[in-house]
């Protein structure tokens, strides 16, 4: 009988490779190690979900001093401190990395701070040239920024870059049209740097609901924003303190600094998963069936290296079915469907389920939408809109999908979440009486469709 080091190694400290290292050990006896090369967190603690949320705060304060100056307080901002707040952003990150290094401490987890890579089939080699072997090897690696290479020639900074800036620059360009692009602009808009925005494709938002990713550049532009759509860079080069851009609409100007966010790679350069059999997507993504297996029986996969969805929480539930599925005799399947997800715009857009899009095309649909001004923002004489939307099976009277672009939406997807994993229709929402005034009581107030497709 083959005796090995560990029952489980995890190659990643990052949400799903933690979870799953501390359900596998605390939870079902496991012996297991892991290895993480950079801050034990990974993306979502130490550069993603977290820090990205508090500078979402930080930058929402200037408008809600201007908005309390409307009712009726005496409130001035004199401008924002880059310097102060990123270092209590950097202790916050310290405490939650102590925080994630103790809960894998508790759950008996060894964990080797340094890169590993996959040696075969059961041998992971250390960063110091041991190797160690395991039953089952995870990997968690997660992903990173694609930069171009001109891009990256240029000096042009990655959303990761964003966190460790000494100083905010006064003029900003963001290339990209994703969630992220659109994050960071509406982050640093908001603590007052001049934005400008560049994607070369026709809209912002590319996958979420046509009619919310409207409302959402309209909000951001209304904002200050300078959102350029069906536009990309041409050339960029050195000038003075800053960076010369040239575009596809014949424009040139000069911005302090540039930052791509135009998409994501899963992290899999040089783990040696391909030399071992473990088979890889076009994109680099590890290919895993229902249980996060790959081609290889004794590797797994999870999280954003798998490039399914990319989402913190996927990561997570992923891992811990894993677990519970090697080491606790509990089968257990991540359920990919209808998951939730935000975009901390401002205003946000929550969504889950289908878009009016890709419902219409595979049946008859009702749309309920409302478009309204908030009373919060309509009293302080703001123009900011809100939006809720259902779209509706016309023949089962589900409800297929939900899209909401407001304050908070974050919040309230997660609650419309619910009910439409359960299979709601349109006259449960009906049935439902409304808490007023709110703004998500429209979601339960909308009686007749706007249109049918």
Not at 136 to 148: E, Q, S
Not at 190 to 212: C, P, T
Not at 357 to 375: D, K, L, N
Request: proline fraction near 4%; hydrophobic fraction near 40%; include cysteine.
């Amino acid at each position: 009988m083959t005796t090995f080091d560990y029952d489980l190694f995890v190659i990643g400290g990052g949400s799903g490779g933690v979870r799953a290292a501390r359900i596998a050990a605390g939870e079902h006896g496991a012996r297991v190690g892991l290895a993480e090369e950079d801050r034990m967190g990974g993306t979502c603690v130490i550069r993603g979900c977290v820090p990205k949320k508090l500078m979402v705060f930080a930058s929402s304060y200037r408008t809600a001093m201007a908005e309390a100056r409307a009712y009726g307080w005496s409130v001035e901002a004199d401008g924002f401190d880059w310097t102060a707040f990123r270092g209590k952003l950097d202790a916050e990150l310290d405490r939650l990395e102590a925080v994630y290094r103790s809960g894998l401490a508790t759950a008996g987890v060894s964990v080797h701070d340094g890169r590993a890579t996959v040696e075969d089939a059961h041998t992971v080699r250390l960063a110091g040239g041991e190797t160690v072997t395991a039953k089952h090897i995870l990997i968690a690696t997660g992903g990173r920024p694609f930069l171009p290479p001109p891009a990256v020639a240029a000096g042009a900074l990655s959303s990761n870059d964003i966190f460790r800036l000494e100083q905010l620059p006064k003029s900003v360009l963001i290339v990209g049209g994703g969630f992220i692009a659109c994050e960071f602009a509406c982050i640093l808009n908001g603590m007052g740097v001049e934005v400008s925005q560049y994607y070369r494709g026709e809209q912002i938002l590319r996958g979420f609901d046509g009619e919310a990713r409207g409302h959402v550049a309209e909000a951001m532009r209304d904002q200050g924003i300078d959102l350029h759509v069906g536009t990309d860079v041409t050339a960029m080069e050195p000038a003075g303190e800053g960076t010369r851009v040239a575009d596809t609409n014949g424009r040139e100007r000069v911005f302090e600094k540039v930052i791509y966010a135009t998409g994501r790679v899963p992290n899999t350069d040089g783990l040696g998963l391909e030399r071992v059999g473990v088979k890889l997507g076009r994109r680099g993504e590890i290919v895993v069936d229902e249980w996060s297996q790959t081609s290889v029986p004794s590797i797994y996969a999870v999280g954003d290296v798998t490039d399914h969805i990319n989402l913190t929480p996927v990561a997570i539930r992923e891992g811990h079915a894993f677990a519970d599925t090697v080491f606790g005799a509990r089968p257990t399947k991540m359920d990919h469907d209808l998951v939730p997800s935000a975009v901390f715009t401002r205003p946000e857009l929550g969504t889950v389920g289908m878009t009016e899009e890709a419902a219409s095309e595979a049946g008859p649909v009702e749309i309920y939408e409302a478009s309204f001004r908030p009373m919060q923002s309509a009293f302080a004489g703001r123009a900011e809109r809100a939006m809720m939307k259902l779209v509706v099976c016309a023949k089962t009277r589900r409800v297929l999908g939900c899209h909401i672009v407001a304050p908070q939406a974050g919040e309230m997807i997660q609650l419309a979440a619910i009910p439409i994993k359960m299979g709601a229709t349109k006259e449960d929402f009906d049935r439902t009486v409304a808490v007023h005034p709110v703004m998500s009581e429209e979601l339960v107030t909308m009686r007749k469709p706007v249109r049918t497709a």
